[in-house]
């Protein structure tokens, strides 16, 4: 197994499409940030994780991609560029801000390309949703990705899209807590450090 096959991504946001916002911490902090999707192994991995890819495609991707290095870096650089206007979006209906009209659009465009290969397919007892898939398409896990996204926008659990209290994380997650109130992406994380760092700046001014 790769390192890229082996690493384990963090799905604390509870939806694809958050998750794969997710997939870059601390994004505003340009002197802390860091990149999850360092190479194509990587968001392969992402998509079998999150089941937008079966274990026998992602073998085969993992194939093409040492076939064909040039489509799979492009592959990931797309994959990349699409994150952003997700995580914009999200992140303004998470802060109560006007949704940047340019993120709008180009999720949109993207949006009117992925659900162009939307198919019903047979499955035991009936049928379900799925994307019809070129051979020489190395990024199948951006258009189910995408859907997921404008479900999310159009759905009730838009209200429940939060960001990351912790004040320098600054990842999305869906809030499913009975009564709505989670701060944090992680608990065991953010949470505890957040609660840290306020007990030290507590202990600090009774100091002072």
Same mark, same amino acid.
């Given at each position: 197994?790769? @390192?890229?096959e082996d690493y384990r991504f963090d799905l604390t946001g509870g939806h694809p499409a958050l998750d794969f916002a997710n997939t870059m911490s601390r994004r505003e902090d340009l002197g802390e940030n860091r990149e999850y999707l360092t190479d194509y192994g990587r968001l392969v991995a992402f998509g079998e994780q999150t089941g937008l890819v079966a274990s026998t495609e992602a073998r085969r991707l993992r194939e093409e991609a040492g076939r064909h290095p040039r489509a799979a870096a492009a592959a990931l650089r797309r994959a990349t560029e699409l994150r952003e206007p997700i995580y914009q979006v999200f992140k303004a209906r998470a802060r109560g801000e006007p949704v940047p009209a340019v993120a709008l659009e180009e999720l949109n465009g993207?949006?009117?390309? @992925?659900l162009g290969s939307l198919r019903v397919?047979?499955?035991? *007892? *009936?049928?379900?949703? *799925?994307f019809a898939r070129?051979?020489?398409?190395?990024?199948?896990?951006?258009a189910p990705v995408l859907r997921s996204a404008a479900e999310l926008l159009v759905s009730p659990d838009l209200e429940r899209v939060r960001e990351c209290d912790s004040g320098s994380c600054f990842w999305l997650f869906l809030d499913t807590s009975k009564n709505g109130t989670r701060r944090w992406c992680d608990m065991k994380v953010c949470g505890n450090r957040e609660k840290a760092r306020r007990h030290h700046q507590r202990a600090k001014a009774l100091r002072s």
């Open positions: 197994m790769s @390192a890229a993207a949006l009117s390309e @992925a397919e047979p499955q035991r *007892g *009936g049928f379900r949703w *799925g070129a051979e020489t398409d190395l990024a199948p896990m951006l």
